[in-house]
């Protein structure tokens, strides 16, 4: 992976898995058109590099995230102007390509907003048990525009999501757990330790057979279910022939653990 250099952002790798962090905790990691931007970017150099198999994004500080910053990102917004480069991918994946590798949350303190809808658009979602979140745009009337409207419904069914979203009020992470934004609690402070030991499990399986999982699912989920049908044995065919099922196979025999290369 190419080395930038962050201003928002602490970026680091761990073996295979790339750790993210928000990094402008005296702004509550608020998000300004720089943090979106190199998020963004963060993300697309995350999805290129074919020796990165899973990330974690994380708040530095006492939150993950109070949202946007609204003053700082409104003029843009106003005059339609893009947030995110050309090599970047959009953080909350709602237009353009999307990350083809998982991608763990690791969410402490507030999560608002954007936050929530950061957490939506990831694959995993650890948070701590402290952690709070609340869907509040509509009490500074906008709208959830990064995608909780087409993914929350889905994900924690419709009335669960339309309790947080049109009320703007907050909850907690016991009940983020019962509707499923949340898929594991741990203890205050073991949440990016907990995010980074299922991303380098993750990172541990056949990269193009996760990747093929994300994509079938994604399918399913964008289209229908008859088109991820359609996928399913030319996928299996390939994934057949590629030398990471022969690395797999030659494990299962002979009983030892798998060094799957990504092709």
Known sequence: MTEFEYTTLNVRREGAVLVIGLNRPNKRNAFDPTMLNELAAAYGAFDRDESLRAAVLYGEGKQFTSGLDLLAVAPALQQGTSLVSDSGINPWQVEGTRLSKPLVAAIN???????????????????????????????????????????????????????????????????????????????????????????????????????????????????????????????????????????????????????????
């Not at 709070?132 to 525009?145: D, G, K, M, N, T």
């Not at 996760?210 to 279910?225: G, P, V």
């Not at 994934?239 to 009983?255: K, Q, V």
Request: hydrophobic share 50%; charged share 20%; glycine share 8%.
């Open 109 to 263: 303190g507030s999560c608002l907003t954007l936050g929530i809808e950061l957490a939506l658009a990831a694959d995993i979602v650890v948070a701590e048990e402290s952690a709070s979140f609340a869907q509040l745009e509509v009490s500074r009337a906008i709208f959830p525009f990064g995608g909780a409207t087409l993914r929350f419904p889905k994900a924690v069914g419709w009335g669960n999501a339309m309790r947080w979203m049109l009320t703007a009020e907050p909850f907690d992470a016991s009940e983020a757990l019962r509707i499923g934004l949340v898929q594991e609690i741990v203890p205050d402070g073991t949440h990016v330790e907990r995010a980074i030991q299922i991303a380098q499990l993750i990172a541990r399986q056949a990269p193009l057979g996760i990747q093929a999982t994300l994509a079938n699912a994604r399918l399913a989920e964008r289209e229908s279910e008859a088109a991820a049908e359609a996928e399913l044995i030319p996928t299996v065919q390939k994934l057949l022939a590629s030398d990471d099922a022969r690395i797999g196979l030659e494990a299962f025999i002979n009983r030892t653990s798998a060094d799957f290369v990504g092709h």
